[in-house]
């Protein structure tokens, strides 16, 4: 009720052209609030303040859309009042999302001194305005989990300061070179020069994860060179059989170093089909060199 008073006091206040563009979107509006309200009801922002930054950032009301989830209210109501500056809702902010960037900045493997003064940095750039450029928070637009956006933000930020700042990772170079690179199209590119750093460590910690005779059969196949006859001959087995054994060990790995960057990278629907290609691809160029030896 209390939402849906809010709702027609606001839009009695607009000049009659604005009323009449947002007259589709009247029941979102009550939507969103009545989630806002429900879940924060302690925040001391004016709810007509609320709703006239929403209907800014949302212009899909205008057209009376679906735009946003209305279980997105809450997440954009807490995004505003942070804005505002607002005193419970900023402790709101700091229980229910600086948690979630920490874990993205573990995630990413950064020294604990470095990812300290970076969390500190996202908080200032996400809450506090400065230099005539509002918080950061204000460009949540609801579309999603604003956890998940959160986490997007220090990851990104995160992936920023190991390109700048942290030395090459202490991967086996010759292990992540002579892994095949694909002949990538565009997107491929882009997804691999965004997630370079992460991609290598995660290839680091995939490889790590296998036995030690399974990084020895990689070893000697991609980097010592030696055929599938010949690696066969060595273990007294078939080479049909080592063939198969060496496909199990390549597809294990590619699908470890997919299932860490998944846990690493809060990645859109878009990116992680583009880095599940990579990946694929990847391993059927692996699959392709070791074809030719098993049929021998």
Request: proline fraction near 5%; include cysteine; hydrophobic fraction near 45%.
């Amino acid at each position: 009720m209390e939402a849906e008073q809010e709702v027609k006091a606001f839009l009695a206040r607009l000049d009659p052209a604005r009323r009449e563009a947002l007259a589709g979107g009247e029941s979102r509006l009550v939507e969103l609030l009545g989630a806002a309200l429900e879940v924060w009801p302690g925040f001391r922002v004016a709810p007509g303040a609320f709703l006239a930054w929403l209907v800014e950032r949302l212009p899909a009301l205008e057209r009376g859309a679906p735009g946003v989830d209305g279980a997105r209210g809450a997440d954009l109501y807490l995004a505003f009042a942070c804005s505002r500056g607002d005193t419970a809702a900023l402790r709101r902010f700091e229980q229910h999302c600086v948690p979630e960037m920490e874990v993205s900045l573990v995630r990413l493997r950064l020294p604990p001194s470095q990812r300290e003064e970076l969390l500190q940095q996202l908080q200032h750039k996400l809450l506090v305005a400065g230099g005539g450029v509002a918080p950061r928070i204000g460009t949540y637009e609801g579309r999603g989990d604003l956890r998940r956006w959160v986490r997007a933000v220090a990851t990104r930020e995160g992936l920023e300061v190991l390109r700048k700042h942290v030395p090459e990772v202490e991967v086996e170079e010759a292990f992540f070179e002579a892994f095949p690179a694909v002949a990538e199209d565009v997107e491929l590119r882009q997804v691999r020069r965004e997630y370079q750093e992460a991609f290598k460590r995660a290839f680091e910690d995939a490889l790590a994860s296998l036995a030690p005779e399974e990084r020895n059969l990689l070893r000697w196949h991609f980097i010592d060179g030696l055929p599938t006859p010949r690696l066969a001959a060595l273990h007294g087995t078939h080479r049909v059989t080592m063939f198969r054994r060496l496909r199990q060990v390549c597809e294990a790995l590619a699908d470890r170093t997919r299932r860490l960057l998944l846990e690493r990278l809060p990645l859109s629907a878009g990116e992680l089909e583009s880095l599940n290609r990579l990946i694929r691809s990847q391993l059927d160029l692996s699959l392709e060199r070791l074809l030719p030896a098993a049929e021998e």
